[in-house]
């Protein structure tokens, strides 16, 4: 048994951003942090599509969004509704409004924004102990009092969980149960080198400016979506779906996605590429519905998407931003001591988090709306083609149009309008 | 080059993998898949890693596991005995992400 002496204040489990952000601002408070990381490199593990949200960096550190190594700063915003050979797309020009002249969001490769981050962490006294998987937690007289790794026991005041979506700890802790596959999407994607100047061509932005793309109707009718974001020096391409109706669809998220590059609206914007890697990950799809109601136990406490804290909002996943707010918070209850879970809630509602998750709850049954993912697509396709369709005949007016469109996509009126109510009821 | 539709083979070739020889981090016991009606392995995993014979058996190699997750969470019959991550330093590592 290790001395006390050789205990440090905290544990972090996970140096993903949740993890890196609590242990930084533990450090920077002045606690004695080990920051744990299985990964030979912090990122070394970690996939995201790639937006990140800016402002969660600066709530981490005032300043810390000019000093990342993001990729691109998004100025267009693309939604892009297919199916199999048609495709139609909203453009979106012009950067949101941000504080500052700071980008309201930007584009990251995991790989190298995490080692950044944590880098950052070790030079404001974070021990970074990479390589290292925690194999369960060190519980004594109802209290969780550190962890063990590779049979070795490790002591610390408080653990923190930041071991991302799969998160053993929490559920060792109790905290949480089995993840189902209704939880989740199964991300996977391809990184694809194209350099700057073709990026920016096909694109249309400046240079450090880019472009975020989500797509619906690509994938085979299951649920789920498609994402392209412009990187620096490539771009990242992927689909996330539900695993749970991949059987049935017939097809697998290998070929959803090698289908998604010969797309006729895909292929000339990623021609000439090379692929550089190919990843999967899992993330949470349930929202606030997701988030266990204790957070905490004596000693422990979970954070990030260990602990449900994403938002699936279709047109755009907010994960890291959610997981550098959260990580935030978790520092904050540490330091601020007394009962674990309810400084951590007070500290979570100061962030504005759990009222942002709240607030986008009902987007989980805007998801859950299955026509959404085939039907849809193809019936407004329909539809604007042949509004675009002209010939010598006298135009049919446009509601034959949306009819004939409906009943050719097999859509009777009464699903539209049912759906249409959970639509509008739900956002 | 142009990008093309790619193999699986040929996508985990632009990864780089430390695999664990000698303690897989997945075991699955065939067996149980022998009982297992739908098999959600098989399309769900990105790496391809669970396979069928043409006798219907299930074969499952952890050498490419890119660590989602997924198949343990699609798993019901239970056929998969242990998932655990790799050993610290084992596994896949991305250089991207
Ligand atoms: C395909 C895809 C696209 C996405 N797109 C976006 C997007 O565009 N924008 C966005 O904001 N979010 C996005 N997300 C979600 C986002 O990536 C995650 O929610 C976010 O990264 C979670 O951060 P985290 O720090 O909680 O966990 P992670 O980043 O997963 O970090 C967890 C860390 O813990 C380590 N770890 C786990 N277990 C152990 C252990 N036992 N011992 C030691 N270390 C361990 C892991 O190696 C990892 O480094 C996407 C997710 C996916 C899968
Ligand atoms: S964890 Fe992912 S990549 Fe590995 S075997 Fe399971 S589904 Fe395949
Ligand atoms: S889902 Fe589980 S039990 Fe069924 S074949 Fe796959 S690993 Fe075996």
Redesign the interface.
């Known amino acids: 048994m290790s001395e006390d002496t050789e205990a440090v204040d905290v544990i972090v489990v996970g140096a993903g951003l949740a993890g890196i952000a609590c242990a930084y601002r533990l450090a920077l408070a002045g606690r004695s942090v080990v920051l744990v990381e299985r990964g030979t490199t912090a990122g070394s593990k970690n996939v995201s599509g790639g937006r990140l949200y800016t402002y969660a960096l600066e709530a981490v550190e005032p300043g810390l969004t000019r000093a990342a190594p993001f990729e691109r700063a998004v100025v267009r915003e693309q939604i892009v509704m297919m199916d199999d050979d048609r495709s139609m797309t909203v453009s979106l020009a012009g950067p949101p409004a941000a504080a500052g002249d700071l980008p309201a969001s930007v584009t990251v490769l995991r790989s190298r924004f995490d080692a950044w981050f944590a880098d950052r962490a070790e030079a404001a006294g974070v021990m970074l102990a990479t390589g290292i998987r925690v194999d369960s937690l060190l519980i004594e007289d109802g209290r969780v009092v550190g962890i063990m790794a590779g049979g070795e026991e490790m002591r610390a005041g408080v653990v923190v969980a930041a071991d991302g979506v799969n998160s053993f700890l929490a559920r060792e802790a109790g905290l949480v149960g089995e993840l189902s596959a209704h939880a989740v999407g199964i991300g996977v994607k391809e990184v694809i080198a194209l350099d700057a100047a073709t990026i920016e061509d096909r694109f249309g932005v400046g240079p450090g400016e880019g472009a975020a793309t989500l797509m619906l109707g690509c994938t085979a009718g299951v649920h789920g979506g498609a994402f392209l974001y412009t990187n620096s020096g490539s771009v990242s391409l992927g689909i996330v779906v539900s695993p749970d109706q991949m059987t049935a669809s017939g097809t697998t998220t290998h070929g959803m996605l090698q289908a998604l590059k010969a797309h006729p609206a895909l292929r000339p914007l990623i021609a000439g590429g090379t692929t550089l890697e190919y990843a999967a990950h899992l993330v949470r799809e349930d929202g606030w519905r997701g988030v266990p109601k204790r957070l905490a136990r004596g000693g422990f406490l979970v954070t990030g998407e260990a602990a449900g804290f994403v938002l699936n909002l279709g047109y755009t996943v907010r994960g890291m931003d959610l997981a550098l707010v959260s990580g935030v918070a978790a520092a904050e209850a540490i330091v601020a001591g007394g009962d674990l879970e309810t400084a951590y809630r007070a500290a979570l509602d100061r962030s504005g988090l759990p009222a942002t998750m709240r607030a986008a709850d009902g987007y989980a049954d805007l998801m859950g709306i299955e026509r959404l993912y085939r039907t849809y697509p193809g019936l407004v396709l329909d539809v604007v083609q042949s509004m675009f369709t002209v010939d010598a005949r006298a135009p049919r007016p446009l509601r034959t149009q949306v009819r004939a469109a409906m009943r050719a996509n097999h859509v009777p009126l009464r699903a539209v309008l049912r759906d249409g109510l959970v639509g509008v009821r739900s956002i | 080059?142009?990008?093309?539709?790619?193999s699986?083979p040929d996508?985990?070739g632009?990864?780089q993998f430390?695999v664990d020889e000698d303690e897989p981090h997945i075991v699955v016991d065939v067996r149980i898949c022998a009982t297992c009606a739908?098999?959600?392995c098989?399309?769900?995993?990105?790496?391809?890693l669970y396979t069928l014979g043409a006798d219907g058996a299930l074969t499952f190699d952890h050498a490419g596991c890119?660590?989602?997750?997924?198949c343990?969470?699609?798993c019901r019959a239970g056929g998969i005995v242990r998932w655990?991550?790799?050993?610290?330093?084992f596994?896949?590592?991305?250089?991207?992400?």
């Open positions: 080059m142009s990008v093309q539709p790619m699986v996508l985990l632009r990864d430390e739908d098999k959600p098989v399309a769900v995993c990105p790496a391809q890119l660590e989602c997750g997924t343990r969470v699609v655990t991550y790799p050993r610290g330093t596994g896949v590592n991305y250089r991207q992400g």
